[in-house]
């Protein structure tokens, strides 16, 4: 296979998978859900990619994000409002069960309070897979191991606004030619941030640029003023040359070039 036709793949690989995500034998598409302002219903869509039917049960979970990555579980109690959009979300239905191949339809609609001060309001909505009784070979009964899956779903009120920049980026190599490129960046504002984020690699100030890595609908939040991310690169990285950091924003930001920074010099 050529060079090009290796990045073409790569790249629509890529593409395809920000779409929507696989947990599992579980298809939830899209992978986070976003009320704009003045929006009032969206929809989330499930499909079972397995071999057998799988009962789900949606539930609400309260997370903070972490500036190392990920979110850690908050007492819903003690929470702020902006991590209690539960309060003003209702979705239907509540408890699905899916056949193989067999796809559900999520509702989900939003009912602001009329005092509801201008940001971003989030909660977590779990799908909780009930476990399925089964006969085993011995007569006895086993229960298959519960899994769930998590994504975030966002109420906005207000003109939306965020800034994020990069603070710092550097570099290691793992194994031959494969490179992390490590980042710190700081988020301002009361919206979060999404966005492609992406390595360019070039040879010298001639070179044509050519992508190395990359995260797809990268997203920041509100609560993280500052937070640090590594992406190791699909494309083989020489110990020589010039990486420069892009990020281009998505949904509500399409388009717009969130930051872009200057060419910084690999370190071997």
């Known amino acids: 296979m050529s060079t090009f036709s290796t990045r073409l793949f790569s790249g629509i690989a890529l593409f395809l998978l920000s779409l929507k995500m696989a947990y599992g034998n579980l298809l939830i598409s899209p992978t986070h ?26 539930v609400w979970k ?16 003690s929470a702020p409002l902006t991590l209690r959009a539960d309060t003003m979300i209702r979705f239907s239905p509540r408890q699905v069960t899916l056949a193989p191949g067999q796809r559900q339809t999520i509702r989900v ?17 779990s799908f909780i897979a009930l476990p399925a009784e089964t006969r085993s070979h011995n007569s006895g009964i086993s229960l298959d191991v519960v899994m769930n899956y998590t994504m975030p779903v966002m109420v906005r009120h207000g003109a939306s606004k965020q800034n994020t920049q990069l603070i710092t980026a550097s570099n290691e190599f793992i194994g031959k030619d494969k490179a992390k490129f490590n980042l710190e960046l700081a988020h301002q504002g009361h919206t979060s941030t999404c966005g492609n984020l992406v390595i360019l690699w070039r040879d010298n100030t001639s070179d044509t640029p050519r ?25 083989q990285v020489p110990n020589y040359g010039q990486y420069q950091v892009t990020f281009t924003g998505l949904n509500s930001l399409e388009g717009q070039q969130l930051f872009q920074s200057p060419w910084i010099n690999i370190k071997p």
């Open 33 to 58: 859900l976003v009320l704009e302002d003045r929006q009032r219903s969206n929809k989330i869509t499930l499909i079972n990619s397995g071999q057998h039917t799988q009962t789900y049960r949606l």
């Open 109 to 125: 609609s939003a009912r602001r309070p009329k005092d509801l001060i201008d940001g971003e309001y989030r909660s977590h909505l």
């Open 211 to 235: 992508e190395v890595a990359r995260i797809n609908q990268f997203r920041i939040y509100p609560e993280l003023t500052q937070l640090n991310v590594s992406l190791t690169s699909y494309q």
């Open 62 to 77: 309260t997370k903070q994000a972490q500036p190392q990555g990920g979110y850690q579980d908050i007492d819903p109690n």
